[in-house]
């Protein structure tokens, strides 16, 4: 059961959005995030939008890895020239979860079919540290926070850390 292997942990999450249009108060992909997390009583200890840049992103990841064991990036995830999320954290994860850009875009495909496949996301740990690269729209951010992040944060974490 997985109920064993929960040990109790303290989620603490940071909130990451990587645009060259967004500011935090339009921000509506971080707030949503935000919104699912205080909702299911985890508290929000960073958050932050940057730039779609390699260095910038890395920037803000190291500080969020300072407070936060949970940090959700979204943006920079599809396939144009500035979308380097991928780029600036795949290289840093220690161990990646490969089941839940699986997930994620298996459930992308219900709701918007076959172009969920121009998703890169990507999960793994640093650290000890859970760390989600997802697409910034606001669907994208509740479907991948409210049916995978929030369920499983404990989980993950628990394993993460033993």
Do not use: W
């Not at 606001?138 to 409210?146: H, M």
């Amino acid at each position: 059961m997985k109920g064993e292997h929960v040990k109790p942990i303290t989620t603490i999450c940071g909130i990451i959005t990587i645009s060259t249009t967004r500011n935090k108060e339009s921000d509506t992909s971080g707030k949503a995030i935000q919104e699912i997390l205080t909702g299911a009583g985890i508290p929000v200890g960073h958050y932050a939008v940057v730039s779609d840049d390699i260095e910038d992103i890395r920037t803000e990841l190291s500080k969020a890895l300072k407070i936060c064991n949970c940090i959700i990036l979204d943006g920079g995830t599809g396939l144009t020239p500035d979308d380097v999320t991928i780029e600036a954290v795949s290289p840093l994860l220690e161990k990646k979860i490969d089941g839940f850009g699986e997930l994620f875009r298996m459930k992308s495909y219900e709701e918007i079919g076959t172009s969920a496949m121009l998703s890169r996301a990507v999960a793994g740990t640093i650290r000890g540290k859970a760390v989600f690269c997802i697409p910034g729209s606001t669907a994208a951010v509740i479907l991948a926070t409210k049916t995978l992040i929030v369920p499983e944060i404990s989980h993950i974490l628990s394993h993460a850390n033993k």
